[in-house]
Structures are given as structure tokens and as C-alpha cells.
């Protein structure tokens, strides 16, 4: 393969970043997002932060619109999963839309726990459209302060 400058007359670059994302993709197997498909029309994967403190982890789940009764939390093994579904009622069927962004249907995140997470005192709480997940340390895994005594 030969390092060619580009000028408009022997390369388009929107053609070879093209090809550089096919390349990619056949590499690490990923499907292709077709002409037709936009950015948006992917399946929804929530936003999330993981925090760490002395005593526990925090995930927190941005979920706007999506209701409790339509979320599970689990913790299986060293695995979090989080599941839900948001419906979208109100679509109005005579309206002609000139932008459909907000998304709908179901989702699913799994995240794999760090080493010392009490499984059975998991507690998740949703608020204002935010999951808030508190894992607790298992006790040997906390952090002690040991004392330094003066000799």
C-alpha cells in the first residue's frame, strides 16, 4: 500500500474513512451501520459513572422517562445487570415529524463487579430519572486505619 497525498483529483477522504470503518468492523467482527441507518437508530445503552469510596461503589444510570416498575437490577456472580424498557405513549399517528430523537424500547447493561462487593446488600433507588445502585464493601475489603503509637 502506497502513502498517497490526497488532492480532489485521486482520493475522496469521506470514501477511504469509509473504508478505514469497514476495515475496522471486519477486524472486530462489529456490524456495519447501513446508508439507511443513522447514529440514533442503534440500540440504547444508558450513560453511567461508577464511583468508588471507602465503604462502598456507586453506579449511577441516567434513565429519563423510564419508569420503576419497568427496571430490574441483579446481581448474579460478579456480574450487575441492569434492565428496562421505556414506552413511549404520546406519538400522535396524523402528525408528520420532523425530528424523532427521544428514544424508546428496551435496554440492557451489565457491568462486571470489582473483587469485595457484598452482593446481598445491594440497594438501588431511582430518582428523578437517575438509578442510583449502592454496592457495599465487603468488611475485608474496607480500608483500615491503623493507629501509630510513639516509641
Same mark, same amino acid.
Given at each position: 500500500?502506497?502513502?498517497?497525498?490526497?488532492n480532489?483529483?485521486?482520493?475522496?477522504?469521506?470514501?477511504?474513512?469509509?473504508?478505514?470503518?469497514?476495515?475496522?468492523?471486519?477486524?472486530?467482527?462489529?456490524p !456495519?451501520?447501513?446508508?439507511? +441507518? &443513522?447514529? *440514533?437508530? #442503534?440500540?440504547? %445503552?444508558?450513560?453511567?459513572? /461508577?464511583?468508588? $469510596?471507602?465503604?462502598?461503589?456507586?453506579?449511577?444510570?441516567?434513565?429519563?422517562?423510564?419508569?420503576?416498575?419497568?427496571?430490574?437490577?441483579?446481581?448474579?456472580?460478579?456480574v450487575?445487570?441492569?434492565?428496562?424498557e421505556?414506552?413511549?405513549?404520546?406519538?400522535?399517528?396524523?402528525?408528520?415529524?420532523? !425530528?424523532?430523537?427521544?428514544? +424508546? &424500547?428496551? *435496554?440492557? #447493561?451489565?457491568? %462486571?463487579?470489582?473483587?469485595g /462487593?457484598?452482593? $446481598?446488600?445491594?440497594?438501588a433507588?431511582?430518582?428523578?430519572?437517575?438509578?442510583?445502585?449502592?454496592?457495599?464493601?465487603?468488611?475485608?475489603?474496607?480500608?483500615?486505619?491503623?493507629?501509630?503509637?510513639?516509641?
Open positions: 500500500m502506497d502513502i498517497v497525498k490526497w480532489r483529483d485521486n482520493l475522496d477522504p469521506f470514501r477511504e474513512l469509509d473504508r478505514i470503518q469497514d476495515e475496522i468492523n471486519r477486524i472486530f467482527d462489529f !456495519r451501520i447501513s446508508e439507511t +441507518e &443513522g447514529i *440514533f437508530d #442503534r440500540a440504547f %445503552s444508558p450513560a453511567i459513572d /461508577v464511583v468508588e $469510596n471507602a465503604d462502598n461503589y456507586t453506579v449511577r444510570c441516567d434513565l429519563p422517562g423510564v419508569e420503576q416498575k419497568d427496571l430490574q437490577v441483579s446481581v448474579e456472580g460478579d450487575l445487570t441492569i434492565k428496562g421505556k414506552k413511549y405513549e404520546k406519538k400522535e399517528k396524523d402528525a408528520r415529524y420532523y !425530528r424523532n430523537e427521544l428514544w +424508546e &424500547g428496551s *435496554f440492557q #447493561r451489565t457491568l %462486571s463487579l470489582p473483587a /462487593v457484598d452482593a $446481598n446488600k445491594v440497594d433507588e431511582l430518582k428523578d430519572g437517575v438509578l442510583t445502585i449502592t454496592l457495599p464493601k465487603k468488611e475485608e475489603h474496607k480500608p483500615r486505619q491503623i493507629a501509630v503509637k510513639s516509641v
